[in-house]
């Protein structure tokens, strides 16, 4: 498939460009999806994933700024066969037809995939229900490897998707755009959105006889990246690295989020809905 000549500055996220593609694998194609909520450190665990060169580039591509990206790559139409207009409407909404979606990540898979045959995909929950309601994964992908990655303290997960919402700071090396306030009834949505994704999660893979591979949780991965780094290699049939490059990301916790905390903690739960607020693009 040609490409069409862009500049950098086209992009919303600069690894979707040509050069981050990596060689086209030789063997059967592979897939393993991160099976996660917003704040739990999946994007730590990408980055680390990709830089161990065995299995593949795992990245948020179903994230509606990833489609956008690639279908500036790729064409205006490319992704439903037909109008620039229609594949505009299709990302604004969702679900995508699935043929569509298989095409999108069969695609990916050409040019996102590790020498062994692994394709890795990070999928948060919301961006799972926008693109295909209740349907299911595997009949687009085929066989996946389900890694379970979750976060033990809700509230702090809670706090730190309410503060990336405001402030649109969602990794530590980004500047924020706007203050971050003190929303309680905000954080109580999400906390509560953030146990139906969970619950939804299981009830996914409960109804489909489905047992991940790994469940990693975010205190995990911050206290040891390398251990669990190399508790998805195992699970993957690869072999263990000794070591891994610096991170660019740290965890963005801090004295406003302690506060937060303690105020949060300290006043009755307020009356809203459960999921009021979910569903960052």
Not at 38 to 49: D, K, N, V, Y
Not at 243 to 271: C, G, I, N, V
């Amino acid at each position: 498939m040609r490409e069409r000549p862009l500049g950098r500055t086209s992009f919303l996220k600069l690894r979707n460009r040509v050069e981050h593609d990596l060689p086209r694998p030789t063997v059967a194609p592979r897939t393993y999806v991160i099976a996660s909520t917003p704040r739990c450190g999946s994007t730590l665990l990408c980055h680390a994933l990709w830089s161990t060169e065995r299995v593949g580039a795992p990245r948020e591509y179903l994230n509606p700024a990833q489609l956008r990206d690639w279908t500036l790559r790729l064409g205006p139409g490319w992704l439903l066969h037909g109008s620039a207009r229609s594949s505009r409407r299709a990302l604004a909404g969702g679900p995508l037809p699935q043929p569509a979606l298989r095409r999108y990540l069969n695609e990916l898979r050409s040019r996102r995939s590790g020498p062994s045959g692994w394709f890795g995909l990070k999928l948060h929950h919301h961006h799972l229900v926008r693109w295909l309601g209740q349907g299911d994964l595997e009949s687009v992908l085929g066989p996946i490897h389900w890694i379970h990655l979750r976060r033990e303290d809700r509230i702090g997960q809670a706090l730190s998707w309410v503060r990336a919402r405001q402030t649109g700071r969602w990794a530590s090396h980004a500047p924020g755009l706007l203050p971050a306030r003190y929303d309680p009834r905000a954080i109580r949505a999400t906390v509560d959105a953030l146990i139906l994704a969970e619950n939804d999660w299981k009830a996914r893979w409960r109804r489909a006889g489905i047992h991940p591979r790994l469940t990693l949780t975010y205190e995990e991965l911050c206290a040891d990246p390398l251990a669990c780094v190399n508790r998805v290699l195992k699970a993957l049939g690869e072999s263990p690295v000794e070591a891994l490059a610096a991170p660019s990301l740290k965890p963005q916790a801090d004295t406003l989020s302690a506060q937060w905390r303690a105020r949060y903690l300290a006043t009755p739960r307020p009356d809203t809905p459960a999921a009021a607020g979910y569903g960052h693009p």
